[in-house]
């Protein structure tokens, strides 16, 4: 099948009329070779391998190569590439506006500058093993094989066993985005006090102890609660879009890492305001945009799964974008930007492992509590306990997380994702279909929330003892009084009236 | 020659250099500036954690003048920077030594 594939592509680049004559003589030429060997598929069978694209289904039905199988489907390719521009989007500037916006002036950079470098060194831990970690096969439940060290064997062609229409390279790169923004979202419990050579290290250890594995229990095809996909799963449970792997697991790792850091020299006695609301909402727009190629994009495809995702993506969004300023507004008098703009992303991360799996009123349900939720967290929970996490990652990506994967397992339903029924075969071998229908799925997504905070919570306390004993974590107190951007990165955010 | 420092209402300030310009004052120095007086401060509340600013934005406006100008000056300013409320601000006068303009090296009540 290589060599069809190939001639097709280089065609591309020649005159329409001069590509067309050479994809005729390759097709013909590749039937040709076929037919010596097997019989060449029948019109009926090809038919069917088209139909498989537009029905997001195996390209080989029936086991036939095709001329359509091996080849990455256009429209499911070209939404998965949009899709990955758009979670590099929620980083790059998202978060670090968003984020950036919420620290004091002195700061500020080193909040970027957080972002920018967790963006190439994941990106190089991803290309060297972080993907094959994840996704190769060889593994087990709990971590991947090691075919795809450096990318190697990851091309154009899909990778069927997770997109039937998606090139592997794609696929990789767009799950590289999620493994990007996930230890930038740690930044926010941590920020305006954490050495940076301590971060870059800390989040090196803490992909391969948290991130890699459960990505890979969680999405891998056999892993440990892969409830959709693997018929042999421990944990029969679900997540859409990375309910468990993204939010629970910055949310709690963040916690515990500002328990062990410490609070910001300060805390309590000087106001640590926000120095820039406007980027606030600049960044949280952006990181609303891109939230649709995190969610939509998790179908893997542009069908009607995505479709679904997209629609209860923006109703839970809106919707808690709404509740929490307006809680906010009847219990402390007034409703504020920041209120609006907690909510829009409490709405998103509270959405992100149910948005592919329930209906539009199970959405605005999500919207309702992930806007209450998450306010009563940050409100109070935090000054009752007094950890300073300084942009609140854990009280809305924490606790939203947590409390996503608690009402996806409320509110999935088998008609809208027919995968969680029995006409997924995996789904009927492991048993998620029944336990999505008889209620005992939320125990599933119990047992998965429990899971990943464990993991995340050890793996933290060891890696941030462990950094400590190695390099320190926090710089000098000079340092953070003047501010990590001219201690640690030698510039400043605003230099002056000129 | 006299320099007069006024702290102001930031809103008061278009109206109190307008007044100025038209009695014939040339010039003033406009700053950005935070303080706290009789009015005290605000507070603020973001997310979990609310805070009392202790500084007010305000305007301090300089402008220097020959001493038989300063009384109109003054005049001005109350009657333009007053809204009858608590943090309204404050007038300094104080004596100014030389004045020299950078241009011409002009000196004295030339220079204002």
Redesign the interface.
């Known amino acids: 099948m290589n060599h069809r594939r190939t001639a097709h592509r280089t065609a591309a680049p020649y005159r329409r009329y001069f590509s067309l004559a050479l994809l005729f003589l390759s097709v013909t030429h590749s039937l040709l070779a076929q037919d010596s060997l097997t019989t060449a598929p029948s019109l009926e069978q090809r038919v069917a391998g088209l139909e498989a694209y537009l029905n997001n289904a195996n390209p080989s039905p029936g086991g036939h190569a095709l001329p359509s199988s091996g080849i990455a489907g256009p429209g499911h390719n070209g939404w998965m590439m949009t899709s990955a521009a758009l979670v590099l989007f929620m980083t790059l500037p998202g978060l670090a506006l968003f984020y950036g916006g919420l620290v004091r002036r002195k700061n500020v950079l080193s909040v970027l500058a957080q972002c920018l470098g967790i963006a190439g060194l994941v990106t190089i831990l991803w290309w060297a093993v972080g993907y094959s970690l994840v996704f190769s096969d060889g593994g087990n439940a709990v971590l991947g094989g090691w075919n795809h060290l450096f990318l190697s064997g990851v091309g154009p062609a899909p990778d069927t066993s997770y997109a039937y229409w998606v090139s592997e390279n794609i696929f990789a790169i767009y799950q590289m985005m999620f493994a990007i923004i996930t230890p930038a979202l740690i930044v926010g419990a941590i920020a305006e006090r954490m050495k940076y050579s301590a971060v870059l290290l800390f989040v090196t250890a803490w992909m391969f102890l948290v991130y890699f594995p459960l990505a890979h229990m969680v999405w891998g095809a056999n892993g440990l609660m892969n409830g959709v996909w693997n018929a042999d799963a421990a944990v029969r449970s679900i997540d859409f879009a990375g309910g468990t792997v993204v939010h629970m697991s910055s949310g709690w790792s963040a916690l515990v890492l500002c328990l062990i850091l410490g609070k910001r020299i300060g805390f309590g006695r000087e106001?640590?305001?926000?120095h820039n609301m406007v980027l606030v909402m600049v960044g949280t727009g952006m990181l609303w945009v891109g939230w649709y190629g995190f969610n939509a994009g998790s179908a893997l495809a542009a069908d009607g799964i995505a479709a679904n995702a997209f629609v209860t993506t923006t109703l839970a969004a809106a919707v808690a974008s709404f509740v929490w300023p307006m809680a906010e507004w009847a219990v402390?008098g007034?409703p504020?930007v920041?209120?609006f703009c907690?909510g829009v992303v409490s709405g998103l991360v509270v959405i992100t492992p149910a948005c592919g799996f329930v209906d539009v009123n199970g959405a605005v349900g999500i919207g309702v509590v992930a806007g209450l939720v998450p306010f009563l967290a940050?409100?109070?929970l935090?000054?009752w306990l007094g950890y300073d996490d300084a942009l609140?990652t854990f009280?809305v990506h924490g606790v939203g997380g947590t409390l996503g994967a608690i009402v996806t397992g409320l509110a999935a339903s088998p008609s809208v994702n027919p995968n969680l029924s029995a006409a997924n075969a995996a789904a009927q071998a492991n048993g998620l279909a029944g336990l999505a229908l008889n209620g005992g799925l939320v125990l599933e997504q119990l047992k998965a929330a429990g899971l990943t905070l464990l993991l995340s919570v050890a793996a933290t306390v060891l890696i941030a003892y462990a950094v400590r004993a190695f390099i320190g974590l926090r710089p000098s107190a000079s340092s953070e009084l003047t501010g990590l951007d001219i201690a640690e990165h030698g510039e400043e955010g605003y230099t002056g009236a000129h | 020659m006299k320099k007069i420092e006024a702290i102001i209402r930031p809103h008061k300030l278009d109206e109190v250099r307008e007044a100025l310009q038209e009695a014939g004052f040339r010039g003033l120095t406009v700053t950005e500036v935070k303080g706290f007086g009789r009015q005290g401060g605000h507070s603020e509340i973001y997310r979990g954690s609310e805070y009392t600013i202790n500084f007010l934005p305000k305007v301090k406006i300089e402008l220097v003048c020959p001493n038989p100008s300063l009384d109109k000056a003054v005049d001005i300013i109350l009657k333009h920077a007053k809204t009858g409320e608590v943090g309204d601000g404050k007038i300094f006068i104080s004596a100014v030594e030389e004045v020299i303009r950078v241009r011409t090296e002009e000196t004295g009540e030339d220079a204002v």
């Open positions: 106001p640590m305001l926000p402390r007034k504020s920041l209120g907690s940050v409100w109070k935090k000054s609140d009280g």
